[in-house]
């Protein structure tokens, strides 16, 4: 690695304002982040703990205990992947900081290895909050030696390399095409989901592959114990496998020389990833902010008819704040896309399932039993509820005003319209999404289709709430100090936090489903009456401290 790299990572890293940890000026900020630090974040790896703990026990009764050192790295890794392919796009291509990076005496390798590292940093938070809970467990419980952890220091610091460079590979490679298109955005955009679902489909294949076993052999290999399955499940990502059998055998000579191809290999797709930077990156990256647009002559009665058409303000201004998310690339893969996720890995888990597997149909028979189906109307209320708080619009839609968010004082709409058109333009993607999502599930697992009809009708009111309660998480928490779009949606914390809170409300949810297990009417009923009024509640709070609140901020 040459110097400029080095210190284009440390200029980057010192540049940043990374989640905007240092532009914390008022006191939500600090008192969210603070919380988020002490009570909520320890509280998931707790109880992410307690389940690893749990599995680890079942599994010591099969002699397959390893198997959880494998889920946790390839839980990491597919993680880091999926993220990666995100902040990869932003970060490489449609961060502002690029075209100033072209101009110094850099060369493509070394922007590119620069900014690779400065994304593998905030991905270690990851790998840290998974995997660090899987070996303290498992080194404890197996009473492992002193190898053991200085082993699994080594996988720690390349488990996040593979991921993110096959994510960086897939990205420069389908960006190197859109340079010749004169429709950058466009193209952009369609290069970003393209390189989302690509990757997708061949994380799933290459698993799909190694573990497409039929029933006997898969019974003789857990019969066999000695950790048999650990290497089988690992095989999500190539090298990962390496890494398991490195851990699992650290006192012989084939775990070190396990340990030591792992990091071999690891290094060495680093650095090809760097020669494919060389190649491809400068000429995908050239133009990409240019725009081009096209004349087209139009009387007098046309651009009337086209442009003075007549709405209210509250549709109006809606529909230009979907527009602004489906036209700017790194808006459209945050905001627009993740909402599509969810229902585009159902139908893959139904394309590519393998046949005679049972948590297929014991799931399908769960949801034709009319004895449970409260619950699992309640369930879906709870899906909806993650489907929202996973969505970024809305928790970002101050904050993607960023320094102009003055001019929306002089526009001649009034403040509340302004905030209901951005709650709303957040709530009819986070519907899109789950309406899609409700399908897909209803087609995998076979849900009674009255059910699927009432979750869709009592389901928007959770999706009403966590946007009400993200644009008062913005207003009163924007991140409006940036110079790229990939910091105001990227390197958000309140889009952490929303995450945060639609699993606490959805995780009650849940709890109350299987605490009370009601009977249908009754939890359609509870529901309904229970979001309605938070509904209320929350959107009188909007309308009175949240105008105000936007009145006194300041681009």
Known sequence: MSNKTLLLTRTLIRNGEGFGIKGMKNKVSKVLFALMLMIILPGLVVMFSFFVNSAYSALTAIGQEGVVISWGIAIASTVIFLFGIF?????????RDVEVLLYLPLKPRQIVGAKFLTAALFEYLITAAVFLPVVIIYGIRSAAGILFY??????????PVVPLCLAAVLVMVLMRFTNASKQKDTFSIIAGTLALILGLGINLTVQKFIINMNPQELEALIMKGENTLALLTSGIFPTARWAVSALLDTVTTAGFLNLMLYAAVSAAVYILLLFLGEMVYLKGVVGLSETVSKRNKQNKTEARDKFLKKHSALRTYTMLELKLLFRTPIYFLNCVIVNFIWP?????????????ADIQGTVKQLMNNPDIAGTIFLFGIALFTFVAGFNGTVSTSISREGQELFIKKYIPVSY????????????????AGAVFTLIAATAVFKLPLYISMLILAAGWMGMLFISFVDILLDLYNPKLDWDSEQKAVKQNLNVVYSMIISSIVGGLTIYAALQFSPGFIAAVLSSILVYGVLNVLVYLLLR??????????EG
């Open 416 to 431: 509340r319209t302004q905030i209901l058109a951005k709650v709303l333009s957040g709530f009819i993607l986070s519907i």
């Open 344 to 356: 585009v890995l159902l139908l893959i888990y139904m394309v590519m399932g393998t046949e005679g």
């Open 87 to 95: 902040y990869i796009a932003a970060s490489f291509y449609f961060s």
């Open 544 to 553: 009175k401290k949240g105008v105000e609140r936007f009145g006194r901020l």
């Open 150 to 159: 200085i082993y699994s220091c080594v996988v720690f610091v390349f488990i």
